[in-house]
């Protein structure tokens, strides 16, 4: 803020653009260190972006895009009876506690049983299901979205007509859809306090 002296942070004009997913994504890919690795860097990309006060840009789209929660990942957090490390997961789980808030952090360890994401395979398929129940287009309610994968493997051809509301309760995760779909509906809520109007979607 001027007023205070300091000078402004430059802000780039980044147009809102929905996110693609392609082959380069890797989507899921990897093992736990990898996968550890990626969301790592969509946590601080999404801080940096944040604090910036703007939108992703499409590289960063592309790094917030491979964030897959911490389903599986139970060996990032210290075990809760000892409050140790796995020897290996000591410098990794360390840093994580340096980058969450003590809340982000907590909802992340509790996240490790269930946060698992859709596969692209398995996506494909519901999108050719939907295809086969005549759908072509219209409103779509996601009630548990994660970063968006849905949305991002949308059929080319539906996106035209298609209008998303996602909702995911994860704040981390909620934030990252938000960036990647600025131009969809993406609400941080639990889905039981969406008002949910009969045949909307």
């Given amino acids: 803020d001027a007023r205070d002296g300091l000078t402004p942070v430059s802000v780039p004009n980044i147009p809102a653009v929905n996110y693609r997913i392609t082959d380069d994504t890797r989507l899921g890919k990897g093992g736990e260190a990898e996968k550890f690795r990626d969301n790592v860097a969509a946590i601080k990309a999404l801080k ?9 840009t499409p590289a960063e789209q592309r790094v917030l895009a491979r964030y897959v929660g911490w389903g599986g990942l139970a060996n990032a957090f210290a075990a809760p009876e000892s409050g140790k490390f796995k ?26 049983l ?7 395979d398995v996506i494909g398929a519901m999108w050719s299901a939907a295809r086969r129940l005549g759908f072509a287009g219209g409103s779509v309610l996601e009630s548990s979205m994660g970063v968006g994968n849905f949305l991002g493997l949308l059929p080319e051809d ?30 941080h809520s639990g889905f039981q306090k969406v008002p949910v109007p009969d045949g909307a979607f």
Avoid: Q
């Fill in 48 to 56: 940096a972006i944040e604090a910036e006060g703007r939108r992703a």
């Fill in 87 to 112: 020897p290996d997961w000591e410098d990794r789980g360390k840093s994580l506690v340096d980058l969450l808030t003590p809340k982000e952090l907590a909802l992340a360890r509790r996240s490790t």
């Fill in 114 to 120: 269930d946060a698992h994401y859709t596969s692209e």
């Fill in 158 to 187: 539906l996106t035209a007509n298609t209008k998303f509301v996602g909702v995911e309760y994860d704040s981390l995760t909620a934030r990252i859809a938000a960036l990647l779909y600025p131009n969809e509906t993406v609400l």
